[in-house]
């Protein structure tokens, strides 16, 4: 799943696709470079990020989902909010990837259900301008995994098809980078759930800090590599996806990984 954000703040390329020509452009380069999905949100989710209002989010993401689909794109839609997911699902979006789990907005289970496309459900527990006070565990994988239980049994009641859910541990959000790496660890408990799962690890804080402190932190365009390198521990441990910036980089671990093993190309 390669990551446009069509916004003028998100932590690791923000502004540069905020023009919807650029973000058009960059989308149809990712799926050229090998992404099965393009991924577009017009919210960035940063720490301490405010919110767009609903018609400025509108704006900032319809043209681009229609123009990417009507290019036979696989397009998701990066959303909190149900009325955005709806637009997009109409404009031609197959997955809605919700960073709240379908808890930022009470008629998202709803709307998903009733359109029949995949559900992206990650571990969530606040809105982004105060959400790293909310990264308190008891055991962070216990605690994930049944609060993504939670989602799953809200988003089935309300008439989303089991199979349609895909599961993210949400790294990052509400987590310190221990909590991102013992959930990292954990991911075959996620998969043996029976959902697909989807990892976001790209370009986050948490991997500038491998091997380095804050003093000698990989600034966010410098942590591709480790990136790629989450992504084939990622398939490794038997994930459906992996949200990433910078295609190339994971398609090579990938090809590194498949070469590897002895399996052959996956056709695309
Ligand atoms: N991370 C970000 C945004 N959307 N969606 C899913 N499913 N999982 C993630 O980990 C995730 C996400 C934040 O990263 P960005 O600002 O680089 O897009």
């Given at each position: 799943?390669?990551?446009?954000?069509?916004?003028?703040?998100?932590?690791s390329?923000?502004?540069?696709?905020?023009?919807?020509?650029?973000?058009?452009?960059h989308?149809?380069?990712?799926?050229?470079?090998?992404?099965?999905?393009?991924?577009?949100?017009?919210?960035?989710?940063?720490p301490?990020a405010l919110?767009?209002?609903?018609?400025?989010?509108?704006?900032?993401?319809?043209?681009?989902v229609?123009?990417?689909?009507?290019?036979?794109?696989?397009?998701?839609?990066?959303?909190?909010?149900a009325?955005?997911a709806q637009?997009?699902?109409a404009s031609?979006?197959?997955?809605?990837?919700?960073?709240s789990?379908?808890?930022g907005?009470?008629?998202?289970?709803?709307?998903?259900?009733?359109?029949?496309?995949?559900?992206?459900?990650?571990?969530?527990?606040?809105?982004?301008?105060?959400?790293?006070?909310?990264?308190?565990?008891?055991?962070v994988?216990?605690?994930?995994?049944?609060?993504?239980?939670?989602?799953?049994?809200?988003l089935?009641?309300?008439?989303v098809?089991?199979?349609r859910?895909?599961?993210?541990?949400?790294?990052?959000?509400?987590?310190?980078?221990?909590?991102?790496?013992?959930?990292?660890?954990?991911?075959?408990?996620?998969?043996?759930?029976?959902?697909?799962?989807l990892?976001g690890?790209s370009?986050?804080r948490?991997?500038?800090?491998?091997?380095?402190?804050?003093?000698?932190?990989?600034?966010?365009?410098?942590?591709?590599?480790?990136?790629?390198v989450?992504?084939?521990?990622a398939?490794?441990?038997g994930?459906?996806?992996?949200?990433?910036?910078?295609?190339?980089?994971t398609?090579?671990?990938?090809?590194?990984?498949?070469?590897?093993r002895?399996e052959?190309?996956?056709g695309?």
């Amino acid at each position: 799943m390669g990551v446009v954000n069509v916004t003028p703040d998100s932590f690791s390329d923000g502004g540069v696709w905020f023009d919807p020509e650029a973000a058009i452009a960059h989308g149809l380069r990712l799926w050229e470079q090998g992404a099965d999905i393009i991924d577009v949100g017009g919210e960035s989710t940063r720490p301490g990020a405010l919110r767009p209002d609903e018609p400025e989010e509108m704006r900032r993401i319809l043209r681009v989902v229609a123009e990417l689909a009507g290019a036979e794109v696989v397009v998701s839609i990066d959303t909190m909010r149900a009325a955005v997911a709806q637009a997009a699902v109409a404009s031609g979006a197959r997955i809605v990837n919700d960073v709240s789990g379908a808890l930022g907005d009470p008629a998202m289970a709803e709307v998903v259900a009733a359109a029949g496309v995949d559900f992206v459900a990650m571990h969530w527990r606040g809105h982004s301008v105060d959400m790293q006070s909310r990264a308190h565990y008891d055991d962070v994988v216990a605690d994930v995994c049944r609060e993504l239980a939670a989602r799953v049994a809200a988003l089935t009641a309300a008439g989303v098809a089991p199979e349609r859910i895909i599961l993210d541990p949400g790294l990052g959000f509400a987590k310190l980078p221990e909590h991102n790496w013992a959930l990292l660890r954990a991911l075959p408990d996620l998969v043996a759930t029976g959902h697909r799962v989807l990892v976001g690890s790209s370009r986050k804080r948490f991997l500038g800090l491998a091997g380095r402190d804050e003093q000698t932190i990989r600034p966010a365009d410098a942590r591709d590599i480790a990136t790629a390198v989450t992504s084939a521990y990622a398939a490794d441990a038997g994930v459906w996806g992996v949200r990433v910036h910078d295609v190339v980089a994971t398609r090579d671990a990938l090809a590194v990984r498949r070469a590897w093993r002895g399996e052959s190309e996956d056709g695309r």
